[in-house]
């Protein structure tokens, strides 16, 4: 972009770099785009999520001004505001995306990208394996994975994947972000809320609840978790699910990062009851308490 003067650097992103880009005689934007970037189609992938959010599913996503190999250029969003108002409006925003968006098979018409990661959307009738094979288990095999989790880990994680119909309901799949924590979260020039870095796909609509339950929402997100629980019609029991729902994003951290935030501590805990062959009950509250935590605290 060659009228760009100075770029001023962004906080709050882990895996790529990123900017505010003051223009000549133009508005700002925000530019986005890695040092070494995994595969030529990040962004294209990056750019067609914000696009299904908004389009598919009336949720506000930034413009896109240039999707290409080395490059993405946004139009720029304000941060959240500090209030319950937001989150209620994002509550219902999530849920119209949720409940409008139902699909009949879970996966998405290409791969795309978590972080510096593909994330594989191979098409499946089934939900559990779908989320067994292409959630949980794709992990397995990471050097970060393998050097944090031991065989009996491993093990546990593949018979907990083997009792996902048992513990988790059987949901419909809808359009999901994918990558949904609290910094994702931004808000629109009027103040509506606003999604960033998808990593979309049709799956469970608990995968992007489970995210934002997980990673430090401040005190005013309650009113977010009690209004999207009445409009989705959520059961009691959806708190005691999170922690096993939201094992996927521990991995994806573990994978990634030097610095895990505490997600292989996580990822342990929630294993626990499954390092033996025995039956667990049911999902109930993990030992760690995972329902408040806080292992992804990056604001």
């Given at each position: ?10 906080t ?20 986005k785009?890695?040092?070494?970037a995994p595969a030529?189609?990040?962004f294209v992938?990056?750019?067609?999520g914000?696009a299904?959010l ?11 001004i240039?999707a ?8 720029v969003l ?6 319950e ?21 879970f996966g998405?018409?290409r ?14 009738d ?7 094979q ?6 397995l095999?990471?050097p970060r ?24 309901p059987?949901?419909p ?15 629109t ?6 999604l960033?870095d998808p ?6 609509a608990?995968?992007?609840?489970a ?10 997100a309650?009113r ?45 805990a ?11 009950e ?6 760690a308490d ?7 605290e990056r604001?």
């Amino acid at each position: 972009m060659p009228d760009v003067v100075a770029v001023e650097p962004a906080t709050g992103g882990l895996a790529a770099l990123a900017g505010i880009a003051a223009r000549r005689d133009a508005p700002p934007v925000f530019v986005k785009a890695f040092a070494d970037a995994p595969a030529d189609d990040v962004f294209v992938a990056e750019a067609e999520g914000l696009a299904a959010l908004r389009e598919l599913g009336g949720v506000a996503t930034p413009d896109v001004i240039l999707a290409d190999r080395d490059l993405l250029v946004l139009s720029v969003l304000r941060p959240r505001p500090r209030d319950e108002t937001f989150w209620e409006q994002l509550a219902h925003a999530l849920a119209r995306l949720h409940l409008g968006t139902t699909h009949p098979r879970f996966g998405w018409h290409r791969d795309n990208w978590l972080g510096r990661r593909r994330q594989i959307n191979t098409w499946d009738d089934d939900g559990f394996a779908f989320f067994a094979q292409h959630r949980l288990l794709r992990w397995l095999g990471e050097p970060r994975v393998d050097a944090a989790l031991d065989r009996e880990d491993r093990a546990a994680l593949e018979r907990l994947c083997h009792r996902l119909a048992d513990l988790l309901p059987n949901r419909p799949a809808c359009l999901t972000h994918g990558d949904l924590w609290t910094q994702n979260l931004l808000a629109t020039p009027d103040g509506q809320p606003a999604l960033i870095d998808p990593a979309v796909s049709y799956m469970w609509a608990e995968v992007d609840l489970a995210h934002v339950w997980s990673t430090s929402p401040p005190p005013e997100a309650q009113r977010f978790f009690e209004v999207y629980a009445e409009l989705t019609s959520l059961d009691r029991d959806w708190r005691a699910r999170m922690p096993i729902v939201q094992l996927r994003q521990h991995l994806a951290v573990l994978a990634q990062f030097d610095d895990d935030w505490g997600a292989g501590e996580q990822i342990r805990a929630t294993l626990a009851p499954f390092r033996t062959r025995a039956r667990p009950e049911a999902p109930g509250p993990n030992p760690a308490d995972p329902t408040r935590a806080t292992v992804l605290e990056r604001e």
